[in-house]
């Protein structure tokens, strides 16, 4: 396994990196099996260090979790824990879908772009409607089924993922609802 450890902004030391090569690998042989490569950024706010963590897995999925204190060391097992509880939880799935999945996650590419809001300039109307593109950037869309894209959301913490469905073929979006549950928008199946 790859594992890519470094700091913004600061140097880390190969005391911090042994050990955290070493809590990692403790982690993924009890839960995920075989992951691929992991990447651990150590970075610092005001008053904090932080630790952020993302690790591809054989399935395809990618779990993610940050951590943060006062000190380095605490930061990162903040992170180690969250990733522990994450991966726990979804031990079982994650072998579930290996066992039925016999290629790994088909990605394609899709263009990802970042709109800048109009600025307040005290005008009453700005000059174009259309919003400012601010960055442009490429995206992997994976091929999925839905409760592999809940999962994958789940792992990865984020609010919501864009994903090919595996049975329709169409683009579907699961998202984290207010409420708390989850949403599926599926355009393939509206009425």
Known sequence: MRYQISGKGMDVGDAL????????????????????DATVVFSRTAYEYVCEATVHLSTGLTAAAGGRA?????????????????LRRYKRRLKDHHRDRVE???????????????EDTGESEPD???????????????????????????LSDSPLL???????????????RDDGNIGWI????SR
């Open 17 to 36: 990196q042994t050990h955290v090569k070493s809590e990692l690998s403790e982690t993924f042989e009890k839960y995920a099996g075989r992951p691929t």
């Open 70 to 86: 006062a000190e380095i060391y605490p930061a990162f097992e903040a992170c180690r824990e969250k990733m522990d509880k994450q």
């Open 104 to 118: 790994p996650v088909e990605f394609a590419g899709a263009p990802s772009y970042i709109l800048a809001g109009i």
């Open 128 to 154: 174009s409607l259309q919003p400012i593109i601010i960055a442009e950037m490429e995206m992997q869309v994976p091929t999925l089924s839905v409760g592999e894209a809940v999962m994958q959301m789940e």
């Open 162 to 176: 864009v994903f090919r469905n595996e049975k329709s073929g169409g683009v579907n979006v699961v998202h984290r």
């Open 186 to 189: 599926d355009p393939a199946h």
